[in-house]
Structure formats: structure tokens, C-alpha cells
């Protein structure tokens, strides 16, 4: 089953996680063929220990038609997709597993479980999405944000988005994350409300209020990725031609912008959520093992820098 991985970005991320221990993940509800392969293929390369939350026959049952050798992982049986995502929110919270990753059900169940206020995983930060990308036109794994949580994003919401994503970058190698404030324009202008939330986060960013790293915007996207376009437009900047990150205006323009660069460039991506008590792997059915196994790793290094900050 295990498929070979090539090679890009994802393996450099994935290098960094060698040596390192597997981390135990609630998989909630793995009852379908990709999501429970994705799964025991991250514990069979070392990411993470399953503890795979579903109904138990069920997933013995597709186990036994797929091919898939589940070995001794643990089984927690439950009746169906909504106790999957209560009981899976559940073994995070009495500390048996310091991961959360998405199988078969849908988005919405395993996040309401996650935003209840009675029994959920929030924090004081504000929950946002990321992909994680490797565009093979792109120098380094790129940080798209948010394309899947937050509709329209407040200033204020863009703080805890922004902040989310370099804490991502930072667990991921990167030293000194640089993030591009995507804006359709590189200059400020109040017809364009997303150009001064651009302006207003760098002075931010300035003054503390959002730490570990440099910001820059507005800038288009052009101006964002190439240095050359951005020295055309007289735009000086640390950030051009090599962000680590980029901060959407809101999420339809971040999600059009990540499923452009999957299927227009053949780029893979990681999904992940980011501001909960834990790190959330979100896969799809439509990604790759090579994602699923990138998204196993990112959390991987996400959930040990967590266990080595006091």
C-alpha cells in the first residue's frame, strides 16, 4: 500500500520529522478507503499513532475489503460521524491524543465539535485554515491563509489568522517567516477596505502586536511572488519574490488562489486548522497520499514545537 513520496518541498518537511516521536492522533471517523489508508500510511512512515474513532465493524470491515493492514491500532467504537467528532474532541481533551485529523465526515460536524462552546478545543485565538503548498513554479513550501474558515475577515480577526500561520512557519524551519498582505492593488486606498487592513497589520506587526516576523503590504499578487514585478512598480520590499505566507483578503480569494495553484500549477496542499487547543488535520478525498502524508507531518511538528514551549 505504502506509495513512494517524491521529491520537493513536502520532503524537506518530512526530514525535519525524522527521529522525532509519533505523535497520537484522534482520527475521527476514518470509514472510507482513502481516509483510513491515509492514516495507518502516516503510522506505518513514523508521523503518528492512530487512534482511530468510528464505527468499529465498519472500519475492520473496510480494512478487510481494501487491503489495509491495521495491525494493533487502537479501535474506538462509536456509533456514527457526529460521535466520531464529540468522542475524537473528547480523547484530545483527557489528553490521549495531541492531534485531531479528519476521515470521512464533513467538514462542518468535526468543526462544530471543535468550536462548541461547552465541549470544544478553543482558545482565545481566532480558529483559522491554512494549505500548506508545494507549487513546483515556487522556490519553497508556500503558506496560503484562510481559504476555508473565516467568510470576511475583521482586522482583528486578521491578527489572530496572520499570527496563526507564522507560529505554523516557525514550527516548520523557517526562521524569520515573510508574509504578503494579498490586496488586488500595492497601494492604500480607502475604495479598497483590504488595502488598510494590509496597511494597518504591518504597523502592527511594528509594534508588536503581531510577532516573529516581516509583513508587507498591499501587495498584488504579481508584486508578492516576483521581485522583478515589484521592483517594476518601484515597490522595495524584503517580502517580494520570497513569502513564506500569504495572507488573503478574505476567503473566496484565498480559496480561488490555492485551488488555482493545485490545478492550474499541479501544486499538492496540505489543509490544516490552527488556533485550537491542538492542530487539525483536514484532508479531502480528492487529495493525494503525498498530501495526506504532508498533512500528517506538518501537524507532527506543529504538536512538537507545542510540547517544547514551556
Given at each position: 500500500?505504502?506509495?513512494?513520496?517524491?521529491?520537493?518541498?513536502?520532503?524537506r518537511?518530512?526530514?525535519?520529522?525524522?527521529?522525532?516521536?509519533?505523535?497520537?492522533?484522534?482520527?475521527?471517523?476514518?470509514?472510507?478507503?482513502?481516509?483510513?489508508?491515509?492514516?495507518?500510511?502516516?503510522?506505518?512512515?513514523?508521523?503518528?499513532?492512530?487512534?482511530?474513532?468510528?464505527?468499529?465493524?465498519?472500519?475492520?470491515?473496510?480494512?478487510?475489503?481494501?487491503?489495509?493492514?491495521?495491525?494493533?491500532?487502537e479501535?474506538?467504537?462509536?456509533?456514527?460521524?457526529?460521535?466520531?467528532?464529540?468522542?475524537?474532541?473528547?480523547?484530545?481533551?483527557?489528553?490521549?491524543?495531541?492531534?485531531?485529523?479528519?476521515?470521512?465526515?464533513?467538514?462542518?460536524?468535526?468543526?462544530?465539535?471543535?468550536?462548541?462552546?461547552?465541549?470544544?478545543?478553543?482558545?482565545?485565538?481566532?480558529?483559522?485554515?491554512?494549505?500548506?503548498?508545494?507549487?513546483?513554479?515556487?522556490?519553497?513550501?508556500l503558506?496560503?491563509?484562510?481559504?476555508?474558515?473565516?467568510?470576511?475577515?475583521?482586522?482583528?480577526?486578521?491578527?489572530?489568522?496572520?499570527?496563526?500561520?507564522?507560529?505554523?512557519?516557525?514550527?516548520?524551519?523557517?526562521?524569520?517567516?515573510?508574509?504578503?498582505?494579498?490586496?488586488?492593488?500595492?497601494?492604500?486606498?480607502?475604495?479598497?477596505?483590504?488595502?488598510?487592513?494590509?496597511?494597518?497589520?504591518?504597523?502592527?506587526?511594528?509594534?508588536?502586536?503581531?510577532?516573529?516576523?516581516?509583513?508587507?503590504?498591499?501587495?498584488?499578487?504579481?508584486?508578492?511572488?516576483?521581485?522583478?514585478?515589484?521592483?517594476?512598480?518601484?515597490?522595495?520590499?524584503?517580502?517580494?519574490?520570497?513569502?513564506?505566507?500569504?495572507?488573503?483578503?478574505d476567503?473566496?480569494?484565498?480559496?480561488?488562489?490555492?485551488?488555482?495553484?493545485?490545478?492550474l500549477?499541479?501544486?499538492?496542499?496540505?489543509?490544516?486548522?490552527?488556533?485550537?487547543?491542538?492542530?487539525?488535520?483536514?484532508?479531502?478525498?480528492?487529495?493525494?497520499?503525498?498530501?495526506?502524508?504532508?498533512?500528517?507531518?506538518?501537524?507532527?511538528?506543529v504538536?512538537?514545537?507545542?510540547?517544547?514551549?514551556?
Amino acid at each position: 500500500m505504502s506509495q513512494q513520496i517524491g521529491t520537493g518541498k513536502y520532503e524537506r518537511v518530512l526530514a525535519r520529522c525524522q527521529g522525532l516521536e509519533p505523535i497520537p492522533t484522534a482520527v475521527a471517523h476514518p470509514c472510507e478507503a482513502t481516509a483510513l489508508s491515509g492514516a495507518v500510511e502516516a503510522a506505518q512512515r513514523g508521523l503518528i499513532r492512530p487512534l482511530l474513532v468510528g464505527p468499529a465493524a465498519r472500519i475492520r470491515e473496510i480494512a478487510a475489503s481494501e487491503g489495509i493492514d491495521l495491525g494493533d491500532l487502537e479501535i474506538v467504537d462509536v456509533p456514527h460521524s457526529n460521535a466520531s467528532a464529540a468522542k475524537a474532541v473528547e480523547l484530545i481533551k483527557e489528553g490521549r491524543a495531541e492531534i485531531l485529523m479528519k476521515g470521512s465526515l464533513h467538514t462542518d460536524e468535526l468543526m462544530s465539535a471543535i468550536v462548541s462552546r461547552e465541549g470544544g478545543l478553543r482558545t482565545a485565538r481566532r480558529i483559522s485554515h491554512v494549505f500548506v503548498m508545494d507549487v513546483p513554479t515556487y522556490h519553497k513550501v508556500l503558506i496560503v491563509t484562510d481559504g476555508a474558515i473565516n467568510i470576511a475577515p475583521t482586522l482583528e480577526d486578521k491578527v489572530d489568522i496572520c499570527q496563526n500561520a507564522i507560529d505554523l512557519a516557525i514550527s516548520l524551519g523557517v526562521e524569520k517567516p515573510k508574509v504578503a498582505i494579498l490586496c488586488a492593488v500595492e497601494t492604500v486606498t480607502s475604495k479598497m477596505p483590504a488595502t488598510i487592513d494590509a496597511a494597518a497589520l504591518c504597523k502592527m506587526a511594528e509594534r508588536g502586536q503581531i510577532k516573529g516576523a516581516i509583513l508587507d503590504g498591499p501587495l498584488a499578487f504579481d508584486n508578492a511572488i516576483s521581485k522583478q514585478a515589484a521592483q517594476t512598480k518601484g515597490i522595495k520590499s524584503e517580502v517580494a519574490g520570497d513569502p513564506d505566507i500569504l495572507l488573503a483578503p478574505d476567503l473566496e480569494a484565498g480559496n480561488i488562489l490555492a485551488k488555482q495553484l493545485s490545478f492550474l500549477a499541479n501544486a499538492d496542499s496540505a489543509g490544516m486548522v490552527l488556533g485550537a487547543r491542538v492542530p487539525v488535520i483536514l484532508t479531502s478525498r480528492a487529495d493525494s497520499v503525498r498530501s495526506r502524508i504532508a498533512s500528517c507531518a506538518v501537524a507532527m511538528l506543529v504538536a512538537h514545537a507545542r510540547r517544547a514551549k514551556p
